[in-house]
């Protein structure tokens, strides 16, 4: 398995531009995170989809962030307008989350955003 | 109080040392128990599960306290190649899939 992918590895935008981060999960895993890592803050968890349902978006930071997840393989991160202290390493994650437990989650290699 | 707690280090170890870390968290109703390991700037990589009858893995034993609502990391022999950031995970408790995540223990290994 080629694990979870995440594109573009790296980016770099100015103030105000849109940005797009993609993310495809581990096959046959049924939910997707989304994580943004900062030296200050740590690991944050910003949206959460089960069976490409949004489940938790109470880490979303505002509305210049959005998340979707059109099928079981795709999932994308949007910040428009981008501001410089969005920069940051954004992950995705995915697990296969039984019911009683077992929620290992499986990290994307990031995508380390600058933005300007 | 932080929902996770964990001694940000560093911890400087010679190698051959053993090295223990402890992390302390606040919701009993938390049912899954995790350490991940973090390089410099790579992505978070399960280390291994922390069950209630504590574990093993090599060099690696991981113990859980409910008691005291703290678990812990002990690395035996310790390599070079044990530098790393040692995260300490807990499920939310009332969420299954919530994951809460320590902000890590910074460990080097030095020659």
């Known amino acids: 398995d080629a694990g979870v992918i995440q594109s573009p590895r790296h980016e770099v935008t100015e103030m105000g531009q849109e940005v797009t981060l993609r993310c495809k999960p581990i096959?046959?895993?049924?939910?997707l995170f989304w994580y943004r890592q900062t030296m200050m803050r740590g690991l944050e968890l910003l949206i959460y989809?089960?069976?490409?349902?949004?489940?938790?978006d109470s880490g979303m930071p505002e509305d210049r962030f959005s998340a979707k997840m059109p099928n079981a393989s795709f999932s994308t991160l949007k910040i428009q307008p981008s501001e410089p202290r969005d920069s940051a390493v954004y992950f995705c994650a995915s697990s296969y989350l039984l019911a009683g437990g077992g929620n290992e989650q499986f990290f994307g290699p990031g995508t380390r955003l600058t933005v300007l | 109080r932080k929902e996770v707690e964990q001694d940000p280090g560093p911890f400087n170890v010679p190698e051959g040392a053993t090295v223990a870390f402890n992390c302390t968290y606040s919701?009993?109703?938390?049912?899954?128990f995790f350490w991940y390991r973090q390089d410099c700037r790579k992505e978070p990589k399960l280390l291994m599960s922390?069950?209630?009858?504590?574990n093993e893995d090599g060099r690696f034993t991981a113990q859980l306290n409910r008691a005291s609502q703290y678990i812990s990391l002990l690395i035996r022999d310790s390599k070079l190649s044990d530098s790393a950031t040692y995260l300490c995970v807990v499920s939310g408790g009332n969420s299954n899939y919530q994951l809460i995540w320590g902000a890590g223990t910074k460990l080097i290994i030095k020659p």
């Open positions: 922390v069950y209630s009858s504590g």
């Open positions: 096959s046959g895993h049924n939910s």
């Open positions: 989809f089960n069976n490409n349902v949004p489940i938790d």
């Open positions: 919701n009993s109703a938390s049912q899954s």
